[in-house]
């Protein structure tokens, strides 16, 4: 399939899910994520799969265990303050092993914010967001072919290394509108002999965090852990433009880096060598290749919608030798082109 | 290491228009927005429709931001557009000092009492109320407006608009008409 | 044991469920979950679950439960343990998930997930144990502690002032129409040992047949944090906690009553 088509970031999103062979969402309104959730409470009855809305984020995320844990391909989808009550549940099935794709359409934070689009909660995503030594495979879409492409591999991804996925996009790209590829379906979803489907020919199978001997949890943790070293090493997406020649390197994901795309172009028609890194998975980061270009004496300006939490991934690739600036907005305020490329003018 | 490396795409020089459209919650401008982003995506080109607004659903201030190009869209956000319609007073607030050099704006005389003091772009005030009360319906003041984009900026052609509106329109036949006779009174004024 | 004949008694009349794991159980001497967890696997026999249960363990004494089962099991985080066996179910109708709760796990963190669950017409089984405090964090306040009751967090007792009052569980459920049967028993002798296995049967065989959520309170004896002998804390339970908490049905459609002509005992 190849038909072009226009669609919502967040409709994308559910689509994306759709095709990958979600078996179940579970989630509670929240602006601006709630044309996902009704998307998903018209389509997958329909297909035979389950939807509900539910009481709370909380449930929703334990709804998603629950589901998860049986071996079917799950879901929930949610905003900022919501992403925030779920860290339990994502804490749990994180240590319990448990895939699942998770959306959180960012807005601005602390506390109720507003519903303006963001990207605050970025140290959230990367960092693992609950309690306990684990990380979240982060992917951070800019298209809303992204949006429909990234929640694809992000089931894949989930089901690959048994561990909850992350598509953090934020508000104005899940509300944006662009034309898009449609993709074909996934035909066959892997099995999964773990999954708790009833004890039928088999020893029981258990989903847990917990061990009953406390001297084997470091044992259980340190599995994880060379999980999460083996996403490092395999699992990096970044998209370079015009940094073969670039003295200075943007850096930006999300909506930000389509700002800072334009503002890549505004430079270049002044013959300014100005490239951008565009980070597609934000955990794992990109740290090597921003490190080659550290290495190269370039300069770094990174362009985000929050107080500046990536540019701390940037400091720690980049490290002490090189000019490294931020531009940014907070609160629920686009960034703009125009700012970026004033910033790279004080660069120059 | 699986990484997507790409695009060495130059800041070409491709057509493309940079649309900003702002007014209150419920005068349409989200909608004309999406006939421009449906028009253009009809035509084959790279679009990219973003809504801003507060969080009341009606009366708030509504913002809509259109791309339509020939090229990979960059922001989704406009700050300086090719072309600005300000549907209230706030609108106008926001567009009359950010239009691009040489650009459009079409205002809404109905709401906007002030006249634009810039020699370097083409003002065209529209009186959206009384126009399209003419018509008999207050309710399509926004294709009014339309209409006067596209008398002075080809971002699309009249007829892909029409095109568009047949195929939303199809089961009313009576809105088809209006809408239609609200677009051509629109490219009346330039 | 042959040597001292056991195994060549003619009639056994009493051992260990076939579903149940051969092992010792963690819980304190006197504690009333061991007698539940039996009362379950009993009941996992008679309905022929062991293909089909899925034990919840929800966090608090009970969490490990899927320990003692050879069912497939999942650890719930505290209180959710409602939503867990929901998506299971809607997942896969033909399964049977069940968790244990206590009164912290359910009527305190958890209260939003069972009230859900239960409006909704869940087609889950919920044992909820009540023992009127946090057994495992060491016996503090809970939503069910008695009027005038000693915990390590009420040291002078739980005043109505400070602390309020305790949350009638089944009577508040029973008030939604989506449970099916939810019944209050108690395990402080042998006759409402019965009764209590009795209403277990039914809140699974209620769901199984798609009527609505399964809930039985099981009152629970916690010598250890009551401060009382194990022994003395079956008279503790008639004396403090019954009058609290009355035992009885508090909600069973026509068609559950239809079938405790099946259940046995």
Known sequence: MSERTLMGGNIAIAEGAILAGCGAYFGYPITPQNDLLEYMAQQLPALGRVFLQTESELAAINMVYGASATGVRAMTSTSSPGFSLQQEGISYMAGAEAPCVIANIMRAGPGLGNIGGAQGDYMQCTRGGGHGDYYLLTLAPSSVQEMMDLTMLAFELADKYRNPTLIMADGFLGQSVESIVMRDAVKKLPEKKWAITGAKGRPKNLINSFEMNPLDHPARIKLLLEKFERMRINEVRYESMLLDDATIVLVAYGSAARAAMTAMKLARKRNWKVGLLRPITVFPFPNQPLADLAERGCKFLVAEMSGGQMLEDVRISVGNQNEIKLVNTYGGVPLTADQIFESIDLMM | MPARSGGDEEGGEGLSWEVTISGFGGQGVLFIGRLLLEAGFAGGQQVSWLPYYSGEKRGGMCTCFVNISDERIGSIFISHPDVGVAMNPAAYKMLEPT???????????????????????????VPSVEAARELGDETVGNIIALGAILASAPVVTTSSIIKVLNQMMSKNKRQLELNKAALLKGCEYS | MSEHGVNDLQNVIYQRPDIMVDRATHFCPGCGHGITQRLVG???????????????????CTVTAYEYFKVDGMEAPHGRAPAVATAIKRCHPELVPFAIQGDGDLASIGMAEIVHAAARGENITIIFANNANYGMTGGQLAPTTLMGMYTSSTVKGRKQEHHGFPIRVSEMLATLDGPAYIARVSLHNPANVRKARKAIELAFRAPMAGLGLGLVEVLSMCPINWKVEPVQSLDWMVKNMIP??????????????????????
């Open chain 3, 244 to 265: 609290q908490f009355p035992l009885g049905e508090f909600k069973c459609l026509p068609e559950v009553a239809e079938m405790k002509k099946v259940v046995k005992g």
């Open chain 2, 99 to 125: 239009v691009k050099q040489d650009g459009l704006l079409i205002v809404n005389e109905s709401l906007v009492k002030t006249k634009s003091q810039r020699p370097d772009i083409k003002t065209i005030y």
């Open chain 3, 42 to 60: 009993e009941v996992l026999d008679e309905l022929d679950l062991k293909e089909r249960a899925i034990c919840i363990g929800s966090i608090g």
